[in-house]
Every structure is written in C-alpha cells, then in structure tokens.
C-alpha cells in the first residue's frame, strides 16, 4: 500500500519496494511482504550457485535454468505490479578472468530474457566490480537495443567505498573514485538510453551537498535505502540523520522510490509496538524492516502537500515547449486568459506605473496635467487596467491608448473599456506599434513583450519601433532588462530533445519547469537591452561566459543552459525569473533550454566557456550558441537555420 | 608555370604561389609574378586602411568599396586561376573592442562576397589575433554555410611564438600554446566543414617531429614559407635546413601547394645569376623571390619519381572502400585478375608450403610418399600453382584438392588444370568447404582467406568449417593470424564518412590506402587466431587496448582507428601489412579503418583506451568498438546493427 496520500502527489515515489534474497517460493515471498506494507520486492530470479559453465554439457539441451519461480506460480500482473528484476549479483563483465565474463554475460542474458517473459517493469543491473566497465556496457546496451518495455536500472552507490568489494578496492582509489563518473561513462557508452536508469544505494555516508545534486539531473528511479543507514532515537526506533531526511525528501520530490535493503539492526521488543492488538491477533510474523518502513511512511506522510501553484505547474514539469512566435501568430483567447490571472506581475506593473506617474508629475500639477500613456501590446486589456488603477492611487489624470496587433484581441479590448465605462480614458488603436502613426506623443510606454529569456519575444525590436511616438524625456516600462544562463544537467530534457532524430531540435531553445535538473553554477547575465535607446547600435549581441563550476561537485555532464530574465519596470520596481532574484508566485514565464548537441563533461576545476549571440537577417533574428571549453562544440543554429524568430 | 614534372604526380604540389601586398594595379601583380615562375599570387583584394566605421554615413549608400580591381581588368579565368584572395590581416573578430570586432565582421563578409564574385578558388583567412576565436569561428561558420565552391585557408603558425603580435603575447602563454590545438578548436566549432582548410606558416623553428606529423591528418592546402627560413648555401643563395627540406617534401607528397612570403633576405648580385643570358634580354627586372622559387623548384625536381605500385594505388588513396563479403558474393573475374597479380604474396605461400613439405615428408620417403593437400577457396588457382611449384622444388610428391565455392571461378580452375596438364594431380571441388565431404583427409590445409584485419572475412569460421578433414596431425597455411589497430588522425577521412550522414556509414570498417593520415601511436595486436583449432572455445573476441600517444606529440585528435593483419603462414614464414613487419611489394591489402561517430580529442600525457569486440549472432559476424579513455564514446555498431559480415 503506498507510504501515504499527498496532495497533488501522483508519482511512483510513493510506493515502497524490500529487497529480498533468493527464495524458491515466490508466492511466500511476495505475500509476506506486501501483507507488511511494502508494494513490492526487488527479487533474485535466479539461484546464485547458478554457473552456466558448470552445467553439464551432455543433458542434450535438456537443462531447465534454477529459476526462482515458474511463471505460473504468481498471476502475470502480480509478476508486473509487485516484483522487480535484481540481476545475479555475482556477474563481472569485465573479469580478466575469460571464464567468469563469458558466464556472465550468458547469465545476464538468460535472466533479463526472464524477466521480459514476465513482463516484469524494471530489473535491477548490479554495480560493476572494477572501474572499467566497457564489456559490461557493451551487453547492457545490445540488450537494451532490443527490449521492448523493461526499464534497467543500473545499481549505483552513492557514496562509493562502502559498497566496494575488497578486490574493487585494489584496483580502485577510493579517494579518487566518483560513482558519478563511473554512471557518466556506462551511459555514455549506452548513448544516454532512455531505458537505462539509476537505482541508488544509500549508506551512512554522504557525499557533499553539490556533488548530490548531480543526481538530480540524472534518471534515478529508485534508491536503496540500507537499513544499516538507519541511525535509532531514544525510543529505540530507527530514524534517519537530517542529511538523510533531506535526500529521502528530495527523492519523493522527483518519483525516486524507496526500496528498503539489509537486515534489522533495530531489535524492537513486541512489548514497545505502538500497534500491539494487531500483533497479537496476527499469526504471521510481523516483518523485521516494519519499524523502517513505518519511519519511511513518515517522512513521506509529513511533506507538506504541493502548492497549488506546483500542482498546475506538475504537468508541465520537464515538458519541452516551443517559444512563442509573437509577432508572426496571434495569441489565442485561452493563452491571454492563463496570462491575465497572473496578479503578481500586474501589481508589479501597477506598482511601476504609479512610481512613474508620481516622478512625472508633482502633486502640485496632479489635477491640471493630463499624462499620455501608451500601452503598446495591450492584449486584452491588463496593463490598461493597472495603469488606469495606478492614476487612480496616485491621483494623476490619465489618457490611454491601447494599441494592439491581434484584431481578435483589440474586440475584447472595445467590450472590456465598454464594460469598465473608460470610453472617455482609453482610445484603442489596432495596429502594429511599428507602424502605427501616433496622432501624439507619449509621456510612459508600457509593454509586456518580454519573452522567458528576456529579449527572446523581440520586444528590443519592437520597443525601438516604438519609440518614434515616445517624448523625448518619456519614460519606457520596462526601463530594461537583462538575459542570464547557467549550464545544466538534464538527461530527461536531453533525450526529449533527442528522441526527434534530427538536428533542428538540437537547435531550438524550449520553454520548460525545469524540475529534474541540477544546476551546476551560479547564473550569469547575458544580454542587456535598456529603453528608449536612442543610439545606433544594433540589437545583435554577443557574450562570452566563464562558469566555475564548484570543485566538491565532483565531475559533472552539461546537456545545456538554463535561461531566465531580469526585468527593471521602472527604478526599484522589477520583475523576472532569475532564480536569486525571482518575483515570487509569479507564474506568467518557465524558464528557457539552450540544448547542446553533444553533452559536455566537465571534469573537477575545469571552467565551462560558453558564447551566445542574438543576430538578425531578413525578416528574423535568432540566437547561435557554443561551448568553447573544456572542448569546442559545433555552433549551433548558424544563421539561425533551426530556429529564429520572425520579425 | 609548374616547379617541374614529377612522373606520376598530378597533384597541387606542382604549382608554387607567392604573397604580394596590397595593390591597386592587379594586372601588373599578376604579370610580374607570373612571368616570373610563380602560378598563382595570395593577394590582398581590399585596401588595408579601410575600416567600415570610418565610411561617412551619409553619402546614400554610394560608396565604393576600395577593392584592389574591378573584375574587369583581369579575365575571369586569370582571377579563378592564378589569384587566391587574402583577407585583410588587420582583422580582429575576438577584440573586446566592439567597435574593432564589428569592423571586422563587416570587412572579413564584404571581402568573402568579392572573392565569391570573382569566381576565386580559395581565399586565406588571417590567423587569430587573440587564443579565444568564438566569434571568429562563428563568424567564418555562418559564411561557410552559404558558400558555394570556394575554399577557406585558414592560415596557422606552424610554430607559434614567432607569428604573434606583441599584444597576443599577453594573453598567451607561448610556451603553453599549440597552435595545433587552435586549428582543432576553430574547426570543431566549424563542424570539420569541409570549405575549411589549413594554410601553415613556415618559420625557422620547427616543432618536433610528431608534433608536425599531426598536420598530415589535416586538411592542409598550403604552406607560407617565409624568406626568413631559408639559409644561405655556400654560394650565397638561399637554401633549407634538412629539417625543413624534409617538410617540404612531405607538403609535395601531400598535395600542399607552397607560397613564398616575405621580402628577399638573399642579395644575390647579378653577375653570379647562373642565367644572366636571360636577365640581360629582358628589361623586367628580376623576381626578388626568384632565387627562393628556384630552390623549391629544386626540391621539387629532385624527388624520387612515384614507385610504379604508388602510381597504380595513387587514386585509391584515402578513397573509402566497403570490405568484401567474400562468403556471400562471388568474386569478378577483375578481382581475381588483380589479385592473381601479387607475386610477392604468393612467393610466400610457396616458400610456407615447401617448409611443410620437408617437415612433412623425410627426403627419403619423398618418392614413395604422396601429400594431401587442399586449397580450401581455391579462386582461379594461385594457391595451386604455388603448392604444385612448391612440390617441384622439394621434389614431394602432391595430390591437390580445389575446393571452390563460386562456380563462375570453378570454369576458370578447370581450364587452367587442362592448360597445364594438371589432370592427374588436382582434383577440383565445387562446394562451399564447409559442407564439403570429403573422400579422404588432408595433411595441409591452404588457404587466402584473410581480410585486411585477418579475420574481418571470417577465416576463422570456413576454417573452423574445413578442419573435419584435415589429418589430427595435419598443417594449416596459415597456422595463425593476428590483426592489429593504431588510433589515426585523419579529417579527410572521417568528412567522407560524415558526408553520409547517417548512423550506420559511422559504423562501418572501410579498406582503405591510407595517405592523409597521422598515426598518433604504435600499433597494438588486438585478435589472434590458430589453425587447426580443436578447442570448443568461440571465435568472438574481446580486446581492451590503451594507447599513450607521445607527449612530445601535444594534444591529438582521434578520428578513428587504422586496422591491419600479421599472418603467420607456417613456422617463419609470415606475410602481413601491419606497419612494423609488412611484407614489402604485396599489394593485395590496404588497412582497414574503423571510424568514430565523436572524433575524440586527446590531450598531452592521456592515454586513449579502445575496445573492440568480435561477436556473432544469427548467420552474421560483425565488430563492435568503442572507446572509453579520456572520455567514453557510444558503443558503435550494436549487435551489428550498421555493419556486419554474412556467414
């Protein structure tokens, strides 16, 4: 049964797996432990004597393998709801010894060609026993090359000594030996496939937060927790170190599920059960890990539920959009709707406009001067509702013009000023502001052009067409704003990216939640565009980038950049996404993903260069992007032949 | 006019250019070199004080651009052959001065278009002014795109210190500068276009040896070399150290077209001119360069013409053949004709066959002893006549079985036989030798079934296949047989692979004569297969390989890796193409190459491990590679998915 009910909480960490040794009797296995709690086991299928080089030659084919049930045994959906795969842990791929790797490879095969005659969901693949694990890829990835549903998870220990075996320690630093890098290199090899993931062994000790958080941006669906990880409280109980608690709730915060492994090392007398009665009237033994389960269920039971604002968000995590096209599409009724209720930005604008309406005109002058404010985009209406309410708070007389490209927008435009009785306050104009002849000039411009990575909805472009009809002491919101990226890692964003199998999506940048994602260094500004800019330079741009990513991450995978914006409205009053400075409960704009086509490793104290720049040509601009270091990338999206935006 | 005729060259090497300043009158540049030996001139098309920001902006568009010529002064055919451009060398597109770097960008797009309207066939690009060339590259990428058949020079010190302005020295090391590694980066942001091409500036220094070496993996067009090389010889006239002397020959061997730079450093009066014939009948003064060109001239000439076998193999040179798939096609008759020709290689199988015989066969049974030998893919008949000469010369007595799959090359067997008057001593077999049965057994089993990687044409498998009848104590020819791999630089060769653009031309191994190629390290034995073979072990193979690539080297890049075959015929007669022993004069193989999807840059001092597995499945043997050091590739060809050899 799962660990608990958590609002808006639909993923799979809330089922919680055991793992189990090798048992003939399946059923018994399978009954004792979700009868105690758990939702399923993670069995051997195999009987670990097994040696396909000890079995004798002359049976004439005869020889049934020693597995640990017939499929018949338990139902077909019993076999893929409650139990996972776990590969013989004894195999070594890459022994020296030719015997023992050509007896594993031949056992891997058998066993994962079981578990998809039972339509198992997933098998767990055991750690490699040497730090080379070429051949061990190599098998994992011509079988994954023909497996049809079953997910492999390949076991990885996240902190690495623990887990060694003493002959791995020979051949391995432990010092030196980062599982990360280890996981790095056997995907790598198994070219990023989206079939292949993680299932982390946690132990006692942690590795630092940074290099932790790595895993984040990789496939991790499972992490065993070992019982042995389990500090006690002062009533004997296991419970975990605060570390701990935190990875265990970050685990349930990205579909990780827990799978309890080891034997008790927390001896509970019957006596101090909380759940005494159930005890008594149950012949079966109660299961040695309960106490651990039940100390699982509440963390997961003490999160706090979802945000609303997550919980409609939940949908579009780590789901791929394509940016706007502005000025070429007109928004659709819908997409002005979600926009409208984002109160957060339009107080920020109001907030704007009356610190702006106030600078312009003294007190003095409130009730004789008229201020001409034009709202260049004016959708369907919500800035011309803030900037009517701000005349209001600050008692200064306005006249509108609300000037809007979408003639399906300018209808509702008319009804709203209509319904609202501004007739007298707010003239609409359909037109485009770039070629609009204003009959006069304005004191404030206000426009919400501004796309996830700030100048990416073209708003320099069209703000610089603007500007004919701003006076020339007039006032522009947003005065300016500025682009940021930092390199992430993401192998979720990178296979989506890939699964097109071409290059123009390797080229596009995406509007995403980035939610399964690890950040690897601080953000850094991009580009800037301020307004009104009177000078004659170009809005094409071009910067180059240092990252330092910090050294206790360890080596880390860059699929890419995360891009936000920072916008000033007017003075102090801002507005944006970048993650340090963001408005909060805003939700008008995800961030944006610049892919790249080849992963970048970027191993320990080695900076990560990169360049971006915004050009133009014909009727678009675009952006080019590339890594220059460690090593150089292609440039991506040369002339904007992948993806630009029409002007 | 060309530097001189070299039998079997029809190469660019032929023809010398020289670099002029800027000058406003083309026709007389062009005539003046030209009359005086040179074929082409490197001239500079646009005047050096233009700067784009200094143009007024008001004079409505109507300013020419100060080009060296209009296109008509010159016929069209004189600008495309005899006029490669050069880019103003002022240029600068990484300056941190925007002003400099947009200047730049304009110039470098503007002189591009007016080589492209002259029909020219390269233009030299300038080498960068600061180590950083982001936008550099960026900027040549974008014009790449859209250029139709010109090519691009991009010119790099061969050494670097001594090319570097004084403000480059700031921000580079020049001890810790390859120049090399900047090629590398420009080109990879670049994607390997294959527009893009090197120019090398020769200077007195030289890098060592394997440092050089690296170039002749590249697309290296031309060569500067400058005044300042050259020595003075005993008589006062310019000469070239040995060292130098040796590049150049290398250049001429490799289609590298050698331009001479700089001003006269020789004062050679004219009295000691060995032509003052000719300098006295004319009133043009001598070329200043002319001693320089006589002297390449010189070099030129004295080359050794091509060996008759390298004019033959001439246009196979890094030309990319798919490898036979001898078991599942028939040989033509032109193959075999070609084959047949290789009297080196069966002088070889003669002398193997002779040995056995001895060791076979006492010198006092030799009259009353008969010798069963059979030539398994027996083709038109080589191996026949070398076993029955082989007889002749130990005077053993012989009874010969030709077992022939093709039956087209059986007809040829059988007519030869009644040429010869072999009726009585060969019998011939028309089957495939594996499901051939055989009337009695054989003491030697003979056989040319080898591959350019030994087992790439599944020897192993007809062999395998032919041992039933082959006496217990009988003698395979070959006994054994090993192949080989080296990792390769080679630009040439992994374009011609990408210009496929798919996965599976990556995935493929190619027969290849190698030629524009570095070979970064010795090579390494990699699979070893004896015959007979009485153990029940499988013919699949794997090999983990690590090669250090040496540090004098610098970095590297790996493109792929050149794959070759030692074969041991019997006891010391061998016959092989791997570098270090081949079996000088045979032509039968060229190596073999396995390319990577990722060419893989090594830096100084870290070791590149390879992998290769031999696997089969189905009726199919195919290769799987991948590397794993400095960093790991995607296994290439999964289960044989692109590439593999029908059994």
Redesign the interface.
């Known amino acids: 049964m799962p660990l608990g009910q958590r609002v808006g909480d639909k993923s799979d960490s809330r089922y919680c797996g055991v793992e189990t040794d090798f048992d003939d009797d399946m059923p018994q296995v399978l009954s004792h432990n979700l009868s105690s709690g758990f939702d399923f086991v993670v069995a051997t299928l195999l009987d670990p004597e097994y040696r396909p080089s000890l079995v004798k030659k002359d049976n004439n084919g005869s020889a049934v393998l020693p597995f640990a049930a017939s499929d018949l045994v338990i139902t077909p959906s019993q076999w893929s709801s409650h139990v996972v795969g776990k590969i013989s842990s004894w195999i070594d791929l890459d022994s020296v010894n030719d015997k023992l790797?050509i007896d594993s490879e031949i056992t891997l095969k058998q066993e994962i060609a079981w578990a998809c005659h039972l339509s198992l969901q997933a098998c767990v693949l055991p750690f490699p026993k040497s730090a080379?694990c070429?051949?061990y890829?190599?098998c994992v990835?011509?079988i994954l090359?023909?497996l049809s549903n079953m997910q492999l998870w390949l076991r990885v220990p996240l902190e690495k000594s623990e887990v060694m075996e003493d002959d791995m320690k020979d051949s391995i630093n432990p010092e030196m030996f980062d599982s990360w890098e280890w996981w790095?290199?056997?995907r790598?090899?198994?070219?990023h496939h989206s079939q292949l993931s993680v299932a982390l062994d946690i132990l006692p000790s942690l590795p630092s937060i940074s290099s932790l958080g790595r895993w984040f941006g990789e496939p991790v669906r499972a992490a065993f927790l070992h019982t042995k990880s389990f500090l006690t409280n002062a009533r004997g109980y296991p419970c975990l170190s605060k570390r701990h608690q935190k990875l265990v709730a970050g685990f349930f915060d990205h579909s990780v599920q827990i799978i309890l492994s080891g034997t008790s090392k927390h001896n509970i007398s019957p006596g101090s059960l909380p759940q005494t009665k159930e005890a008594d009237n149950n012949a079966i033994p109660r299961h040695q890990l309960r106490p651990y389960l039940d100390y699982v269920a509440y963390l997961y039971q003490r999160m706090d539920p979802l945000p609303e604002q997550d919980r409609i968000e939940h949908g579009y995590r780590d789901f791929l959009q394509s940016p706007l096209q502005p000025l070429m599409d007109n928004l659709e009724a819908q997409t002005y709707e979600t926009f409208e209720k984002d109160t957060v930005k339009y107080t920020q604008y109001q907030r704007a406009v009356c610190k702006a309406l106030v600078d312009r005109i003294p007190d003095e002058n409130a009730s004789t001067t008229t201020v001409v404010l034009m709202v260049v985009g004016a959708g369907r209406g919500p800035l011309v509702r803030a900037s009517l309410q701000a005349a209001e708070e600050t008692g200064r007389k306005l006249k509108v013009y609300a000037v809007e490209k979408n003639p399906n927008a300018v209808v509702t435009l008319h009804s709203l000023i209509k319904l609202e009785g501004w007739e007298k306050l707010v003239t609409v104009v359909s037109c485009d502001m770039r070629c609009w002849e204003a009959p006069e000039k304005a004191d404030i411009l206000v426009s919400e052009l501004l796309g996830s990575f700030g100048d990416n909805e073209l708003s320099p472009e069209c703000l610089d067409g603007a500007q004919r009809f701003l006076k020339e002491d007039g006032i522009s919101i947003p005065s300016s704003y500025t682009s940021f990226v930092q390199p992430v890692s993401t192998s979720k964003l990178y296979n989506d990216v890939k699964s097109h199998k071409d290059l123009a999506h390797f080229e596009t940048a995406y509007v995403v939640k980035l939610h399964r994602v690890a950040r690897l260094a601080p953000t850094q500004a991009v580009f800037t565009f301020a307004h009104p800019n009177y000078s004659c330079e170009s809005n094409d741009r071009?910067k180059?980038l240092c990252f330092e990513i910090p050294p206790e991450t360890g080596s880390a995978m860059v699929h890419g950049f995360a891009g936000y914006f920072d916008a000033t409205l007017y003075k102090d009053v801002h507005l944006g996404i970048e993650p340090n400075t963001a408005t909060p409960n805003m939700f008008s704009w995800f961030p944006i993903f610049f892919p790249l086509r080849?992963p970048v490793?970027v191993a320990p104290g080695s900076p990560v260069?990169v360049?971006f720049?915004r050009c133009h040509g014909g009727a678009k601009v675009w952006y080019?992007w590339?890594v220059?270091s460690p090593?150089?990338?292609?440039?991506h999206n040369?002339?904007g032949?992948s993806y630009w935006v029409g002007l």
């Open positions: 790797r080379s070429g051949n890829a190599r990835n011509q090359q023909g790095n290199s056997f790598l090899l198994c070219e071009y180059k080849t490793t260069e360049h720049w080019e590339c220059t090593s150089a990338s292609p440039i040369s002339g032949r």
